[in-house]
């Protein structure tokens, strides 16, 4: 059996297990996904030494890892030198890569809930790897006019009272919906779309009130993180597992998992 796992710190509720190991059961892969848990960066070689070794035949990579593994491979794909952090490593012989998966996993969010950007006006929070790779998907796509802001400046957002159409981006691990009740007024006022990176659930509260106005316009990270998992799949095993998967049957037992 190959292992898989997924590195990084708090990462105790991460649904990346439920999504591997679906898949690997599904397609009759003899593979396990778990987490590994990782709470001072020196553990960093440890993992290198048992991929190398076969223990580990490839991980994920989250927070606040993305970077610090890029010393210690050997190759990098071109999305992980642009955006500067790595989410998948895979090990093939004996050569140890680093891959981004998340711009893809966010340009199968897009175009799976049919979200149209040309002539809207983008303003990201965050400027972490997250932001880095939706802005290089966002780029692949064509121009946009993206504004860039961050936990201190982000009431600025609230300012802005052009005509265009506003899209906000969250790529931070903060919840402003849930906690920042100025900017959640802005966002049901004004009728914006917000697309959260985050796939933890919204408080009861404020889904009540988005379901009262308008909840077609708040998009969760969970599309973005099943397809970057799939896309990882298909890197470790050199092969288009993803093609087979049924997505309407794991996106239903995902929802299940989470009572959502």
Known sequence: MKNFYVIGK???SSLSPFIHNYVFQSSNIDANYAIKEINDSNRVFDIIEQIKNGIIAGVNITNPYKKIFFSY???FDDPSKEIG???????????????NTDWYGF??????????????????IGS?????????????????QIEIYNRQNIHNIIRDFSNKEIVIINCTPYHFLNRDKTIFDYFISRKILWIDLLYTKLSTNIVEKMNQNHKELYIN???????Q????????FSKNISKN????????ALKKEINA
């Not at 990270?221 to 397809?227: H, S």
């Open 73 to 75: 491979l050997s190759s």
């Open 85 to 99: 952090a790595i989410n998948c490593i895979n090990y093939n012989s004996g050569k140890i890569s680093g891959h």
């Open 107 to 124: 340009l199968k969010m897009l175009e799976g809930n049919n979200i149209k950007l040309k002539n809207k006006k983008i303003k990201i």
């Open 229 to 236: 998992a799939l896309a990882s799949i298909d890197i470790w």
């Open 10 to 12: 708090n990462i105790q």
């Open 128 to 144: 972490g790897g997250g932001a880095k790779a939706v802005i290089y998907a966002l780029n692949l796509k064509g121009s946009y």
């Open 245 to 252: 998967v049924d997505l309407y049957g794991l996106k239903s």
């Open 221 to 227: 990270g969970i599309d973005m993180l099943i397809y």
